[in-house]
């Protein structure tokens, strides 16, 4: 599976953990480690001009792509 939207190019963002400990000490120092945000990816099938193709589209796309569908 591709590791984008296929759509709207939505892809793979870093971000920060954070360690929260409840003292006043840590607020402005806690320790943060790199994390990964993953989109919520799907495989479909869609008829782009009378041709099957397969696609894979984020949650987003695929319920806009739902709702065209049942139009």
Known sequence: M???CDLCSKSTIS???IQHKHSVGW???APKTKRAFKP???SVEVE???VPAK???CMKC???LQKEASK
């Open 40 to 42: 919520n990816l799907r």
């Open 27 to 29: 607020r402005y120092k």
């Open 62 to 64: 695929y319920k806009k």
């Open 55 to 57: 696609l894979t589209v």
């Open 2 to 4: 591709s590791k984008g």
């Open 48 to 50: 782009i001009d009378g």
């Open 15 to 17: 971000g920060n953990n």
